[in-house]
């Protein structure tokens, strides 16, 4: 393989260390990206490729949410999808020739 895509940032971070305890070199031999966008992402050596949730929308809409349902309206069933974003940093690369 030749990329990573963990399901958090902490997995990802974890396979950075994984990977060169192996020998690999990250983002030469392998890219890693995470999910959440936390904290120290910035501050491991490489810097974490990830995707930023939109965490206080996602709150704004659960407290909305929460409301009507204590005030007891009906709503149908909701889906709801929020945007994301790709934050590029250190931990990534194109794929090597093959």
């Known amino acids: 393989p030749t990329a990573i895509?963990?399901?958090n940032d902490n997995i990802a971070i974890g396979a950075i260390q994984a990977a060169r305890a192996r020998g690999l070199r990250v983002p030469e031999d392998l890219s890693v990206v995470g999910f959440d966008d936390v904290e120290h992402?910035?501050?491991v050596t490489p810097a974490l490729t990830?995707?930023?949730?939109?965490?206080?929308?996602m709150g704004r809409t659960a407290v909305s949410l929460l409301i009507r349902l204590l005030e007891r309206q009906r709503f149908?069933?909701?889906?709801?999808?929020?945007?994301?974003?790709?934050?590029?940093?250190?931990?990534t690369a194109p794929p090597r020739s093959v």
């Open 41 to 43: 992402a910035t501050i």
């Open 76 to 91: 149908e069933t909701l889906h709801l999808e929020l945007a994301t974003r790709l934050v590029v940093r250190d931990s």
């Open 5 to 7: 895509f963990a399901f």
């Open 50 to 57: 990830t995707v930023r949730q939109p965490l206080a929308e």
